[in-house]
């Protein structure tokens, strides 16, 4: 007999508002003390405080969540130092945060830029419905291509406080320059093109120490790209760990006076073995009803026929409901899931079904995409591995 399918009021929620991915950038506003300003965008509040830095820089490592860095502590002794362990992790020093859901890059770098969840930004998902059309846009590469500033409307952080008259910049890898995603996500102030990791360490610490108040963001992808390629429990995700260290170490090293490291990451990962996979394409019970399957393996937004949602909840919920919490949009918006608040342009992108991993299970789907299908390392759920990211301290 099939096990009991899930409780939904089960789920953990992410810690919007107190300890989120995206209350990072709006807490570090706060502690540069800005007078509002008449007519200017207020700036999202949040109940996370950190001590105040004239000089702050954020390190965003894709990829590397608390729960990986705590497991593999001997690879990344400088980080791991700061996280601390057990019951000490998440006290006073935030050294940890929740990602938002879905716990995935497009979504969480929306969150971070923006300081709101994926319910106000609107990136809901690594491939969501674009409402009125039968197709599905991909958030990460902005395909097919849909106006930016329509899709996601919200003015970043970086670009109100660079108007307040905070010297803002990204540091980062010259293609990431005129893409769509770093337009509504991270933009604002100066761009700075640096494709070399070890030099883009020391042009952050350089921008840094450029003026007065000053925001630096800048980013390490290949973490990522190692655990989706080989998994967490590999040499080569052990390897860039080791990398991702010593340059987060480099950083550290040339911070200027009176100035803040933070390091932080957009999602954990988890390992899916072959054999806890389930196969959308071949799977004629799940596939009934669904006009798109968007999301991720573990992450799955499920748009369905007119008029066939309660049929494909029913069925997914049937087959899937012990594994994986199966939720309806409604239920899934209620439950807080994208945060306290979903604006009316972002319910058509979220599934009619929303389907998120408990465990070691994923959704892949070999035919209509082979490359997601054959990745190692996932995420996306609500777990605590995809969830939780590090909050890391450095002072100068």
Not at 46 to 73: N, S, Y
Not at 107 to 121: D, E, M, V
Not at 169 to 195: E, K, W
Not at 276 to 302: I, K, M, N, S, W
Request: hydrophobic residues 45%.
């Amino acid at each position: 007999m099939r096990p009991s399918p899930l409780d939904l009021s089960e789920a953990p929620v992410p810690a919007y508002g107190v300890r989120s991915l995206s209350d990072l950038l709006p807490a570090i506003a706060a502690g540069f003390r800005l007078t509002a300003g008449k007519g200017r965008t207020a700036i999202p509040a949040t109940e996370l405080r950190l001590d105040p830095a004239e000089r702050v820089c954020v390190l965003l490592v894709d990829g590397l969540g608390a729960e990986q860095l705590r497991d593999h502590a001997a690879y990344a002794p400088f980080l791991a130092g700061l996280l601390g362990d057990g019951d000490d992790a998440g006290r006073d020093g935030a050294r940890v945060l929740t990602a938002g859901f879905p716990s995935t890059t497009a979504t969480s770098l929306a969150s971070f830029g923006t300081g709101l969840p994926a319910g106000r930004h609107g990136l809901a998902g690594y491939t969501v419905a674009v409402p009125g059309r039968d197709v599905l846009m991909n958030q990460l590469r902005w395909e097919p291509w849909t106006d930016p500033v329509r899709w996601q409307p919200h003015p970043t952080v970086f670009g109100m406080l660079h108007a307040r008259g905070v010297h803002t910049a990204q540091v980062l890898p010259s293609r990431f320059a005129t893409t769509a995603l770093t337009l509504i996500a991270v933009s604002g102030g100066r761009f700075v093109a640096a494709d070399d990791a070890d030099e883009r360490m020391d042009r952050a610490a350089r921008e840094l120490g450029a003026a007065g108040q000053t925001l630096v963001y800048t980013y390490l992808s290949d973490l990522d790209a190692a655990g989706h390629q080989d998994g967490v429990d590999s040499d080569t995700w052990r390897d860039q760990l080791i990398r991702v260290d010593r340059l987060a170490q480099r950083l550290a090293n040339r911070l200027p006076p009176r100035s803040a490291l933070y390091v932080t990451s957009d999602h954990g990962m988890v390992d899916v073995a072959p054999d806890r996979r389930v196969d959308y394409d071949h799977d004629p019970a799940l596939r009934g009803g669904v006009a798109l399957l968007g999301g991720e393996a573990r992450a799955r937004h499920v748009y369905t026929s007119p008029g066939a949602a309660a049929d494909v909840h029913a069925a997914w919920r049937e087959s899937l409901g012990d594994r994986m919490w199966v939720a309806t949009r409604d239920e899934a918006v209620e439950a807080g899931w994208f945060g306290p608040r979903v604006d009316d342009r972002v319910l058509p992108r979220i599934g009619d079904v929303v389907a998120v991993a408990h465990g070691d299970v994923a959704v892949v789907a070999t035919e209509s995409e082979p490359g997601a299908s054959a990745m190692v390392g996932l995420h996306g759920a609500l777990t605590s591995a995809e969830l939780t990211v590090p909050l890391l301290q450095v002072r100068s």
